[in-house]
């Protein structure tokens, strides 16, 4: 399978075949996933460790069952009470990490780049779960394969994604992703809500949801991140929903055969409204959920055999190195 990587920091080192050959193997693990047996023994011996400094019981959940299942010790590092919090560097952590010999380590950080430094420091495989405003592959992933499996294709499609695009990782990866695979993209929300530069990502901003939705494949709504605000970007969540919110009637101005999608968790009646979330007609949201363990699998198999080979031939002064692998 053309996969050289030993890390997954982002979807922009990806190329696309490698995302398709992620792709492909987390359709596998669909299957596996719906089986009465669930269980692999791909990362049998090998230690997964979760470092969430933020709370995300989806994510966090996803990457557990998706290491258990595949046969990996998992161990959930509490962040909220460690050494960080005592005053320790994120470099003394890395570290501590080494001496523990961990393979694979997942990490989600509020602060963008965090993940990449991590990386440079620890002796194992890294995946990011998560940094900033910066991105979150693996829910790119999972999007990606929902949409494939929904549509059959993942290239000609016209994606529109809405709301909260300044804050939000997701989108950010989303784009990098979609664009790589050839589709339309559109942001839709408040201009408020858009970050500087956005000309130059190469799509195309709209700040009403009509003209946005117009004849588009998809509709991905963003969750609107107060958390990550420090100000009035919006007048209140009721004008929000009024002018951004995906409803009904907005819905009619997309093609009549359009998915909708959201990444969690929802805000019914700010962003989405609840009925539609639940609409199994035109709502993929929990199949996107059920991506997410299989894609979490495949990219933990990948970076787990590439591992497993630089380890194998020995070539570095710390057998647990991944010397002069890409990100």
């Known amino acids: 399978m053309p996969f050289s990587k030993t890390h997954l920091l982002g979807i922009e080192p990806l190329d696309q075949s490698e995302i398709i050959t992620v792709l492909d193997l987390a359709n596998e693990y669909v299957e596996l996933n719906q089986r009465e047996m669930k269980h692999s023994d791909r990362l049998s011996g090998l230690t997964q460790v979760n470092m969430f400094f933020e709370n995300s019981t989806r994510t966090q959940a996803s990457f557990e069952l998706a290491g258990k299942r595949l046969g990996a010790d998992v161990m959930n590092m ?12 994120l470099i003394d952590t890395a570290l501590a990490l080494n001496a523990m010999h961990p393979d694979l380590l997942v990490v989600r950080h509020p602060h963008s780049g965090a ?20 991105e979150h592959p693996t829910q790119a992933l999972l999007d990606a394969l929902t949409i494939r499996r929904s549509k059959g294709r993942l290239h000609g499609l016209s994606v529109a994604i809405c709301g909260d695009i300044a804050h939000s990782r997701v989108a950010r990866s989303n784009i990098i992703l979609l664009g790589k695979m050839e589709n339309r993209v559109r942001l839709v929300g408040p201009p408020t809500l858009m970050p500087a530069g956005i000309g130059e990502f190469g799509v ?24 990550r605000m420090d100000g009035g970007f919006i007048p209140s969540e009721r004008e929000y929903y009024h002018r951004y919110g995906l409803d009904s009637a907005k819905l009619t101005h997309a093609k009549p055969d359009a998915i909708v999608m959201h990444p969690g968790p929802m805000n019914r009646g700010v962003e989405i409204d609840g009925e539609l979330a639940d609409d199994i007609n035109r709502s993929v949201i929990p199949e996107q959920v059920e991506m997410g363990v299989a894609v979490r699998m495949a990219a933990m198999d990948l970076l787990a055999r590439n591992l497993k080979s630089i380890r194998n031939c020995g070539n570095g002064k710390n057998r647990n190195t991944p010397e002069g692998t890409a990100q």
């Open 204 to 227: 195309e901003v709209f700040d009403n949801m009509e003209e946005g939705l117009a004849n588009v494949d998809i509709v991905m709504m963003l969750r609107l991140q107060r958390e």
């Open 115 to 134: 993940v990449d430094l991590l990386a440079q420091k620890v002796a194992c495989t890294v995946l990011n779960a998560g940094d900033g405003r910066h």
């Open 78 to 89: 509490a962040m909220q009470a460690s050494s960080i919090n005592k005053g320790e560097t």
